[in-house]
């Protein structure tokens, strides 16, 4: 040990004093191996003893400074790429923006609507891919009744939120047909401040 430094047995190089854990043991009051190679060891002595027992352990990667690896999808992000996490050793969360995404919005369909991701994938291929009520656009939104919380079908955002719009009432919904077939739906005066609604 010198300069503010001592040789590590397994790496066989000089490492600053700080890069050792302390050991009460030894003489010097530090490990004989730096962190590095402690870590390294542990991770081998590790992976050997899944193997024996039949688990596979995923390969250590190696991540730049100001990234991070996503378990979940596998790849190595910046860490702009991740939420913050106060309660993580890191101060990063466990998966990265786009896999909690993905997670997020699998989460809410099975909340609210009772389905997984394939049945809602298999209800738009059913639908040819469209919207079910104007049969041009996309089908990207789950309809359900807000009574009973049947799901109807897939929507376009405007058809999704006409139907909303009209409050889920068929007797709107049927008006609108009307007028838009050139029937004005208007209310006759049958006396003074009296009126009658059309049949």
Known sequence: ????????????????????AADRNRGDGLQARCRECVAAYG????????????????????????????????????????????????GLSTRCKACRAVQGRAGHLKRA???????RDAMIAAQ??????????????????HQTG??????????NTAIGKLGDDPDAARRVVSYLEGHAWKP????????RQPS
């Open 113 to 119: 609507y009772g389905m997984t991701e394939a049945q």
């Open 43 to 90: 991770a081998q002595h590790y992976r050997r003893r899944q193997a024996a027992l039949g688990k596979t352990v995923k390969e250590r990667v190696d991540v730049p400074p100001g990234h991070k690896l996503c378990r979940q999808c596998g790849e190595v992000k910046p860490h702009s790429d991740w939420h913050r996490n106060a309660t993580a050793s890191d």
């Open 128 to 145: 040819g891919g469209l919207c079910c009520i104007c049969l041009k656009r996309p089908a990207v939104h789950v309809d359900h009744c």
């Open 188 to 195: 006759t005066i049958t006396a003074q401040g009296v009126y």
């Open 1 to 20: 040990m010198s300069n503010g430094t001592k040789w590590c047995r397994g790496c066989a190089r000089d490492v600053p004093l700080s890069g050792f």
């Open 150 to 159: 049947k799901v109807r079908g897939v929507l376009c955002f405007n058809c």
